[in-house]
């Protein structure tokens, strides 16, 4: 699979572009070790220093879409922008700290040959150093700073994606060894994905559906299920029950891998939201840092537009939230959505 994804990297016009690498453990490993060492050289030295962590910046203002020279597809990538973590700057001490913490602790799980997810991490950290990653918001940050600064992905880390996506429709999985899983029979709650990508890149995939339809709420992706709806049009329908996990958007480019002639649609919300859980999938997501362009697909847009506003009753429009206006000074501020969408925007 990760040879594949390095291919089509190359029909992209702009290799100056950033990304990261899925390697083995041991490689992992090494480059942690060649980190603690660099660091203890430079502190070592006549002149003792404490190093500066240099980190790809994690902004729109960093980020570029690159287009696909044979494809329609596009995908977000992260430029060469430098930022720092120093131990010199009282702002910025404890962040310093935190990708040496997160590091011990990634170093460990590799040489135990276990994997954990983000919420697990979160718990040992809590533990070990409560006053350093007091939230999940503060472990989730280190992770993407690791991740800049050792360029491996979390899944070489040890770490899993922790995945709410749910399956169902025209679409059979099956472990190797192990019994078939027709997700035409799962019920209205769908078949859980794994949250282990590795298990996720073995399965053996078989579908006869004419479409692969993104859901983005959990009640409406239920209620067609109830319905048999991918009976009715044969599809398969997943939801990641609002923003995008890992898991869910991984299986999805692995679908997309199986059966490149099924169109990708999203049923999402008009609003903010909406839109930004389309482009997750579509183009991939500036917060994911180096792993931004992973398994994006080329999805389109399914359902209302600004020309269907006028037949829907006053009475089933929304206000805005302060989140929401969030969320779209966000989105406003990317290029490409504002060629791609604009009249949304």
């Not at 280190?142 to 880390?157: E, G, W």
């Not at 839109?275 to 080329?298: H, P, Q």
Request: net charge positive.
């Amino acid at each position: 699979m990760e040879d594949l994804q390095n291919s089509a990297l190359k029909f992209f016009s702009d290799q100056e572009l950033c990304n990261v690498d899925i390697v083995p453990p041991a490689q992992v490993r090494a480059r942690i070790e060649v980190s603690v060492l660099n660091f203890l050289k430079i502190l070592n030295a006549s002149n003792p220093a404490i190093s500066d962590l240099p980190l790809i910046q994690r902004k729109y203002s960093n980020s570029r879409v690159n287009h696909g020279l044979l494809t329609e597809l596009s995908r977000v990538f992260l430029s060469n922008s430098i930022s720092t973590r120093s131990l010199m700057r009282p702002n910025a001490a404890k962040p310093f700290v935190r990708v040496w913490k997160v590091m011990e602790m990634c170093y460990q799980i590799l040489l135990q040959e276990t994997r954990v997810t983000q919420r697990e991490l979160f718990y040992k950290l809590l533990c070990d150093s409560p006053h350093l990653f007091p939230s999940q918001t503060h472990v989730n940050r280190t992770i993407q700073d690791l991740v800049a600064l050792l360029r491996c992905s979390r899944y070489s880390l040890g770490i899993m994606a922790s995945s709410r996506g749910l399956i169902a429709g025209r679409l059979t999985l099956q472990e190797p060894g192990k019994e078939v899983v027709d997700c035409s029979l799962c019920g209205s709650s769908g078949f859980a994905i794994s949250g282990d990508l590795n298990l996720l890149e073995r399965l053996v995939l078989h579908a006869d559906a004419r479409y692969v339809i993104i859901v983005e709420k959990h009640a409406i992706f239920q209620r067609l299920t109830e319905d048999r709806f991918f009976h009715q049009i044969p599809s398969i329908l997943i939801t990641a029950k609002g923003y995008p996990d890992m898991a869910t958007r991984f299986l999805l480019y692995r679908i997309n891998r199986a059966f490149p002639d099924l169109p990708i649609l999203a049923l999402v919300d008009w609003n903010p939201a909406g839109l930004a859980i389309l482009c997750t999938f579509k183009f991939g997501s500036v917060g994911m840092g180096l792993e931004a362009y992973r398994y994006a697909c080329n999805v389109k847009w399914l359902g209302l537009r600004s020309n269907d506003l006028p037949l829907v009753p006053d009475q089933s429009f929304v206000p805005l939230k302060p989140k929401d206006l969030q969320i779209a000074r966000s989105l406003m501020s990317s290029g490409i959505l504002q060629v791609r969408y604009p009249e949304p925007l």
